[in-house]
């Protein structure tokens, strides 16, 4: 019987930041499935020890890191320590991200800073220090959750939208700058899902706003997101790089919705 270094080696490795929670756990649940090892890294100890039980993988399938991805100094240790655990890292899934409700005019300095620097500067560091590994092996896959919100932006979301505007920048930059490596890097781009995130943020105008304004007429699912990640985290995927893909229910394809009798999906 093989022993269980040995099984691991063989099998790929996902590193998600934010896996303990919405669309990274939703990303582990699916790649565990596909038979990839994760390596789940979030801020919230507790939640990941959730996280982590829910998956409940024998052996070390699975494995929790505590990692705040604002810290360069935390994301260069717990990058090195999945790298040791496991020998190797296939694909890195920035998933940590925080949204924050603000207008030009009232949006705190601290507020801004606190949400560029999770999601922009938390994806940069993450993407600079695995892909700093998968270069020497010549292959890798990237995928940096962004969001519609980063090309039609939304009220009240000044420091979200500017820093998802910036992470399909980083994305698009990172799959040039690594492409000779081997590395493949791209994002996804969801609209409104219903993960923790958006049922904290979402009052009912909000909610009827988005289905009213979305062709399938309701909000994803994570598993939705979880499926196009997967095929960026793929053999399937080897020649798309720079990519941003939108998985969002058509909203973003839709200026104007009218006639709504004839779209069997709304009674
Ligand atoms: N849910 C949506 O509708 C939606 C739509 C578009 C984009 N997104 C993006 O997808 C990503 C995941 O969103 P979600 O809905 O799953 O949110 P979520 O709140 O369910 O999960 C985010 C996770 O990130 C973790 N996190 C926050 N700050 C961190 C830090 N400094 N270091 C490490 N981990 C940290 C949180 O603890 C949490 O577990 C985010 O970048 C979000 O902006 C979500």
Redesign the pocket.
Known sequence: MMNKAVENAAKKVALI??????????TAKRLVRDGVCVAL????AD??AKAAATLAMPGDRVRTYV?????PAAVQRVTAQVHADYGHIDILV??????YQGTVLDNPLEAWNRVI???LT??YLCAQAAARFMAERRKGRIVM?????GQQVWSGRVA?AA??GG?LALAKSCAIDLAPYGITVNS???????????A?LHNQVIQDAIRNATPMAR??E?DE?ADAIAFLASDDSRFVTGHDLVVDGGLTSAAILYDLKTNPLRN
């Not at 920035?94 to 949204?99: D, K, M, P």
């Not at 959750?145 to 919100?149: K, N, Q, R, V």
């Open positions: 930041t934010g896996g303990a929670s919405g669309l990274g756990f939703a890294a979030d801020i919230k939640q990941l990692l705040d991805v604002t810290d920035t998933s940590a991200g925080i949204s620097g999770i999601n938390g994806s959750l962004a969001s519609i919100t979200y820093s998802k992470v996804v781009s969801p609209g409104p899902i219903r993960t923790p995130q958006t904290s909000y994803g994570p997101v």
